[in-house]
């Protein structure tokens, strides 16, 4: 089943993704950032790996599973890897930190407050780009709505 990614977001154009990079997306708790996400993958890319952390089948994930996820990036040689809400899980930014380092292309996502408190953005100094989503615009709206701006 393809998720219906609805209006696509003004930023959407803005947003590069580059090798050895993370581009970290942040905004308010619901308001489109794992949808953006998947606006993202389909913008060219054929072979993506996407994750999300909140899903309950990783929540017993622990660090001794950074292995296994690392060997299935390995085994499917991603173009880019595409993480919402990795920063829940302990010592996630080393891991990220690694991937980034192999030469991998990287968007996480997460809300500003949950990133922030775990600072993922101050270890990975100088290997990212921040993003910030922030709610629909009046065009967005229109376009969500099925208005006409006249």
């Known amino acids: 089943m393809i998720k219906d990614t609805g209006v696509p977001r003004d930023l959407l154009p803005a947003l590069k993704i580059r090798s050895n990079f993370s581009l970290i997306i942040t905004g308010i708790r619901r308001y ?54 990795i920063q829940i899980i302990d010592n ?24 922030l408190s775990k600072e993922l953005g101050t270890k990975l100094t ?8 922030f709610p629909f615009s009046y065009r967005e709206f229109l376009a969500f709505n099925k208005l006409d701006s006249t």
């Open 32 to 85: 489109g950032k794992s949808t953006l996400l998947l606006q993202l993958s389909k913008t060219g890319f054929t072979n993506i790996f996407y994750l999300h952390f909140e899903d309950i089948r990783l929540a017993s994930f622990e660090n001794q599973d950074f292995a296994r996820l690392a060997a299935e990036i390995a085994y499917r040689k991603p173009e880019v890897i595409l993480f919402v809400e």
């Open 92 to 115: 996630s930014e080393l891991f990220v930190r690694q991937l980034l380092d192999d030469g991998h292309k990287m968007v996480i996502t997460g809300s500003n407050a949950s990133l």
């Open 126 to 133: 100088g290997r990212h780009f921040p993003a910030a989503l």
